[in-house]
C-alpha cells in the first residue's frame, strides 16, 4: 500500500485513521481495487490497537468505500476517486474561476466585508453602522438567553412561526407604536434577519423582474442590491436638503425605497412637506413606499420626528425597522410593518426562505424589552452618542477646521 498514514498524539485514534483512509481513497492516492494490509499488521505497523483498526476499517466498509473478500483481504472499492479538477493548478481546492457559473448578476455586486473600509481597524473608526458593544448589557444579556434555553429545552422541537415569537411581536409592536408611531398590533409585526432581509422579502412579493423600483441618490447599495435581484430596475431620484426630491419621481415606480428620519447617507430628515407629497404621489401612483427606519431613534436635535407610515392613511408603507443600531447589527434581528394586503404573501416568502428566525435570539430579546431593558439600554447609548457627536462637532469646527494651525500642522496623523 502506498500511502503515507500517521498518528498524531493519542486523541480520536479511530478519527484520525478514518479521515485519512477516506480522504487516500477519495483523492485517489489510494486507487480502486489495491489491496489494504490487515487489520492487524496496521495496527502494528502504527502503533494502534487493533480494536482501533478493526473500528476504521468495518465503518469503511458500512460506508462502501471498502470491500471484504473472505481468506483475501481488503480491498479499495472502485469508482469513488473524485473527478480531477478541471486545472490541474488548482488541485482539488474549488476555484473561483472554475466549477459550474452563477448567474452573471452577481459578479458585479461588491464584498461588504472585503472593502477596504472594512479591513482597517483605526485608532478613531468614523465607520458607518458599528455601535458601540462596551455599552452592552451583556451580563442581562445572558440571563435572558439562559432564560430563553430553559424554555426551548422543555419546547417540543418543532418549527415555529414564520412571522417570529409572539412576546417578541408583541414587545415589537408596542416599541414601535409608541415611539415611532406606527399603528399596528403584534399580528402586524414579522420578524425577519435585520432590515435587510426585511427589503429583501418585500422585493420578493413585490417585484417582477423589469419593474421599476425608486430609490434616493445617494442611497442604501444593499437595498438597492435586493431589489435588483428580484429582477427590478433601479432608477434614482436625486436627494435634496428636504428629503427625496417628489417632483422628479417616475410615474412607473412600483416601490420606493426612503430613510426619511435620517437619510442615508446624508443624515438629513425628510421634511413634513415632502413626506406629504411623497404619500400623495405614491397614493396617485399606486407605488408601495417602503421606509427604511433603521436608526430614527436617534435623533440629536430638534424634536424627535415620527415615522412616515404614521402619516399613512391608505395602507401604502411597508414600514421596516432593526435593531443593528439600537443594540448591535450581528444580533440580525429586524422587523417589517407591511400593509395588510402583503402580510400573507410576506409570510410565505420568509417561510420559504428560512422558515423563521432563530427563536433562541428572539426569545432572549422579547424578555430584554419586555423587562425595560433595551429602554435603558437606549437612553444610555442615545446620551453617549450624542456627547460623541458634540465633541466631534466641536473639533471639526474647531482644531479640525480646515483653518486651524493644528490642522495644518498634522492632517496625516488624525
Ligand atoms: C440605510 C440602512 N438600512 C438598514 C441598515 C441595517 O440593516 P440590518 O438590519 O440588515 O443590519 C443599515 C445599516 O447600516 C442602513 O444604513
Not at 44 to 62: A, I, N, P
Not at 124 to 153: E, S, Y
Not at 262 to 275: A, K, S, V
Request: some cysteine; hydrophobic content about 40%.
Amino acid at each position: 500500500m502506498d500511502i503515507q498514514l500517521s498518528i498524531h498524539g493519542r486523541q480520536d485514534l479511530a478519527g484520525q485513521l478514518y479521515r485519512q483512509l477516506r480522504a487516500a481513497i477519495v483523492e485517489g492516492r489510494l486507487a480502486g481495487g489495491a489491496r489494504l494490509p490487515s487489520t492487524r499488521d496496521l495496527a502494528e505497523q502504527l502503533g494502534v490497537s487493533r480494536k482501533t483498526t478493526l473500528e476504521v476499517f468495518e465503518r469503511l466498509q458500512g460506508e462502501g468505500f471498502l470491500l471484504s473478500r473472505t481468506g483475501l483481504g481488503t480491498f479499495v472499492a472502485d469508482g469513488l476517486q473524485r473527478a480531477p479538477a478541471a486545472s490541474p493548478d488548482f488541485g482539488f481546492v474549488s476555484s473561483a474561476s472554475f466549477g459550474p457559473a452563477p448567474n452573471a448578476f452577481w459578479a458585479g455586486i461588491p464584498d461588504m466585508l472585503s472593502m477596504p473600509a472594512r479591513q482597517i481597524r483605526p485608532k478613531f473608526d468614523f465607520l458607518g453602522g458599528v455601535t458601540d458593544k462596551k455599552r452592552f448589557p451583556f451580563d442581562i444579556w445572558r440571563r435572558c438567553i439562559n432564560h430563553a434555553l430553559r424554555m426551548q429545552a422543555r419546547d417540543r422541537g418543532d418549527y415555529k412561526d414564520p412571522g417570529g415569537d409572539q412576546s417578541l411581536r408583541l414587545a415589537i409592536a408596542r416599541y414601535v407604536s409608541f415611539n415611532r408611531a406606527v399603528n399596528c398590533n403584534w399580528t402586524d409585526v414579522i420578524v425577519t434577519q435585520g432590515a435587510q432581509q426585511a427589503l429583501d422579502l418585500l422585493a420578493r412579493v413585490l417585484l417582477s423582474p423589469g419593474d421599476a423600483v425608486a430609490v434616493e441618490e445617494p442611497g442604501y447599495p444593499p437595498a438597492h442590491t435586493a431589489f435588483a435581484a428580484a429582477g427590478a430596475r433601479i432608477l434614482s431620484v436625486p436627494v435634496d436638503s428636504q428629503g427625496i426630491d417628489t417632483s422628479q419621481l417616475p410615474g412607473n415606480a412600483k416601490l420606493t425605497y426612503v430613510t426619511p428620519s435620517h437619510q442615508f447617507p446624508l443624515g438629513i430628515p425628510m421634511t413634513i412637506e415632502r413626506r406629504v407629497a411623497l404619500l400623495e404621489w405614491a397614493g396617485r401612483h399606486q407605488s408601495v413606499i417602503v421606509e427604511d427606519d433603521y436608526d430614527g431613534e436617534f435623533r440629536f436635535t430638534g424634536r424627535p420626528l415620527e415615522s412616515l407610515a404614521s402619516l399613512d392613511q391608505k395602507g401604502l408603507v411597508a414600514y421596516v425597522g432593526t435593531f443593528s443600531k439600537t443594540l448591535f447589527p450581528e444580533l440580525r434581528i429586524g422587523y417589517v410593518i407591511a400593509p395588510p394586503s402583503l402580510r400573507g404573501a410576506l409570510l410565505k416568502a420568509k417561510q420559504t426562505v428560512d422558515w423563521h428566525s432563530c427563536t433562541l435570539t428572539q426569545m432572549a430579546l422579547a424578555r430584554f424589552m419586555l423587562e425595560g431593558h433595551f429602554a435603558r439600554h437606549l437612553r444610555r447609548v442615545h446620551k453617549a452618542y450624542a456627547e460623541r457627536r458634540d465633541t466631534l462637532i466641536a473639533h471639526l469646527s474647531g482644531p479640525l477646521s480646515p483653518g486651524s494651525m493644528f490642522y495644518r500642522l498634522r492632517p496625516a496623523s488624525i
